[in-house]
């Protein structure tokens, strides 16, 4: 059972920029594909961002140009730069892994950006 365990939330001004992070507790090299989602109230849970083992990365529309991820196998960890943060970006962002048809997730942080 592959534990995610996410950092970096918090509150930030519209404008500014957060750097999420997700630690797991086993290689992250053999996984397929590691990325985010995010729930805000009363909305489904959208893709943000994905990378996948050949490093190849996909993002959703509305964070497109704003927002980075990574990843540092020799960490275990993925990372999300966000940048010129809107409060449209509000929402519990929820990192995401999968190995060999498997899905696993994180238990949420919250990031808030007040206008």
């Known amino acids: 059972q592959v534990q995610l365990v996410e950092s970096g939330g918090g509150l930030v001004q519209a404008g500014g920029s957060l750097r999420l992070s997700c630690a797991a507790s086993e290689s992250i090299a053999s996984m397929g594909a590691m990325g985010w989602h995010r729930q805000a109230p009363g909305k489904e849970r959208e893709l943000v961002a994905r990378?996948?083992?050949?490093?190849?990365?996909i993002y959703g529309i509305s964070v497109k140009g704003r927002f980075s991820i990574s990843r540092d196998n020799a960490q275990n960890t993925v990372y999300l730069q966000m940048d010129s943060l809107k409060p449209e970006d509000t929402a519990i962002y929820y990192c995401?892994?999968?190995?060999?048809?498997?899905?696993?997730w994180g238990q949420g942080t919250q990031v808030t950006v007040s206008s």
């Open positions: 990378i996948f083992s050949s490093g190849r990365t």
């Open positions: 995401y892994a999968d190995r060999d048809l498997t899905a696993y």
